[in-house]
């Protein structure tokens, strides 16, 4: 796969096919981000949401697919998706019943669409629209930024909340507790320096 940059502080597109002569099944682990998903195959396309992951799934895919999606930072996806948060953990929603005929009409435009570079350009004209963070997802920001290291006080803190109200709007703008979404971080942060490291890694574990 690759990825496609709009930036981190949006949204991140990416693209993958599945080249091997059967099925495999591709793991994915939780990272806080939602994305969505266009599946182009052997059957009708697809366009899909799938929401922040509490525990990992293996996804099968089928020979000659075709996936683009864009990946949304933690918290910044409900808002652009118009999906409350907490209705798509875990979960795979067609974008059509979010969207509506808007879902519809972006479908039939990626499937008609000749090249990736013009799919590309459909899924970024339709999420070009910046919108402010607000003071939770800046903070939330923060704590991507630092692989999950930051404690729940020093969050709320930033936001200008209590404890309570940061917990209670992190849950409806990132769908995860804060600390939920702190150790997926982390656990992520590991997994990712995990092939890397030589050796017993206890000082990785310690470290991340």
Partial sequence: SAAIGIGLASNSPWNSRQTSASAVLHRVVPDGCA????????????????????CFEDVPLQPGAELLGVRFRAAMGPPRLGAPAGEIVDRVVDFECLWGAR???????????????????????????????????????????????????????QSGLSVR????????????????????????????????????????????
């Fill in 35 to 54: 994305d969505l998903l266009f599946i182009q195959g052997a059957g009708a396309p697809v366009l899909q949401v799938v929401g922040p992951m509490t």
């Fill in 103 to 157: 879902a519809r009409r972006l479908r039939e435009l990626l499937a008609n669409a000749k090249t990736l570079a013009a799919r590309t350009l459909l899924l970024q004209d339709s999420f070009a629209l910046d919108i402010a963070r607000s003071p939770v997802q800046q903070a939330i920001g923060v704590l991507e930024r630092r692989g999950g290291r930051l404690s729940l006080d020093t969050l709320a803190s």
């Fill in 165 to 208: 109200q940061f917990r209670r709007r992190c849950i409806e703008e990132s769908g995860l507790s804060p600390k939920l979404l702190a150790r997926i971080l982390r656990f992520r942060q590991a997994w990712q320096r995990a092939p890397k490291e030589i050796g017993e890694q206890a000082g990785l574990a310690a470290e991340c």
